[in-house]
């Protein structure tokens, strides 16, 4: 069986995105962005970062949907596995970065595009953020944020091909977008990510709270993503290379003083890898 779960999403004047998920792998989310509803096109979807092709075809079947396209935001196989199979059911388009060797790629992407869909009414803009694949890139549009494996709820992803420096520059960007954006990352990994932030900051207290509401949701079998950016900026250290504490901590594991915010960054980065 394929557990769907429905997020409705903050709306603004003009719009209101409705995104779905199904779950693949341990703990990967596949997510649907649907056809926004006064476009009565609902039953159309984008599908994100297919790692399988099963229980995203079984959930089409059982709700009817219609496939539009794939977004790719990286090339790693838990991310791309079930692309064949989707493109040889419904003959659909894949979007992703032009600088990834994925060969199903139909649309190459890279920072600063546009694409439309029209019947669905949505529109998305590309954001180049390398540093867990070289040629990353995620989905931003009507207050949401696609972004694979760049930022977790609570965490980063891990410098698989970039520099720690292209990683910061990636995530300061993110830190430029609304607070109200809802961020839709590719894998349930917030308990482990969150018991490392207050290593980093003991005394943040909207992180104590965001520990105590993501235990509760796991315990429900409920999914701790997505957050808003607004949550991440207050409790992710990732994102808190800025903020005194999280340098404080930083320096005191690195035993030395640190200079810029990429160097935070990059040391607690490094931090994490010792642990994980
Ligand atoms: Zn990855």
């Known amino acids: 069986m394929t557990s769907e779960t429905t997020f409705n999403k903050t709306s603004n004047k003009t719009n209101t995105v409705i995104v779905t998920n199904v779950t693949a792998f341990d703990d990967n989310y596949i997510w649907f962005i649907h ?11 984008i599908i994100v970062d297919p790692g399988d092709s099963e229980p995203v075809i079984e959930s089409i079947i059982q709700n009817n949907y219609l496939p539009q396209a794939i977004f790719i935001t990286h090339h790693h196989h838990d991310h791309t596995g079930g692309i064949k199979k989707l493109v040889e059911a419904y003959h659909i388009p894949v979007y992703g970065p032009e600088n ?4 199903q790629i139909t649309h190459p992407l890279a920072e600063d595009q546009t694409i439309l869909f029209s019947s669905m009414g949505l529109s998305f803009n590309i954001l180049d953020v390398p540093g867990h694949t070289t040629g990353h890139i995620a989905y931003l549009g009507h207050q949401t944020l696609f972004i694979g494996d ?9 410098i698989f091909e970039g520099t720690a420096e292209q990683m910061h520059d990636s995530l300061s960007k993110l ?3 609304d607070n109200n954006t809802m961020v839709y990352c ?5 308990q482990d990510n969150l018991k490392f932030a207050q ?15 993501t235990i509760q949701l796991r315990l429900n079998d409920q999914a701790t993503v997505p957050s808003t950016l607004e949550l991440e900026k207050n409790t992710n250290p ?4 800025d903020i005194d504490s999280v340098k404080t901590a930083a320096e005191r594991f690195a035993q030395k003083p640190l200079n810029t915010p990429a160097e935070v960054f990059k040391t607690v980065r490094y931090w994490k890898d010792t642990l994980d």
């Open 238 to 241: 990732f994102l808190r290379f």
């Open 100 to 103: 990834e060797q994925i060969p």
């Open 186 to 190: 590719a894998h349930e990994y917030t």
């Open 150 to 158: 760049t930022l977790f709820a609570g965490g980063c992803g891990r």
């Open 175 to 177: 830190l430029n977008l």
């Open 35 to 45: 056809g926004l509803p006064e476009k009565s096109a609902q039953k159309q979807i």
């Open 199 to 213: 290593r980093v900051e003991p005394d943040n207290k909207q992180l104590r709270q965001r520990i105590e509401q």
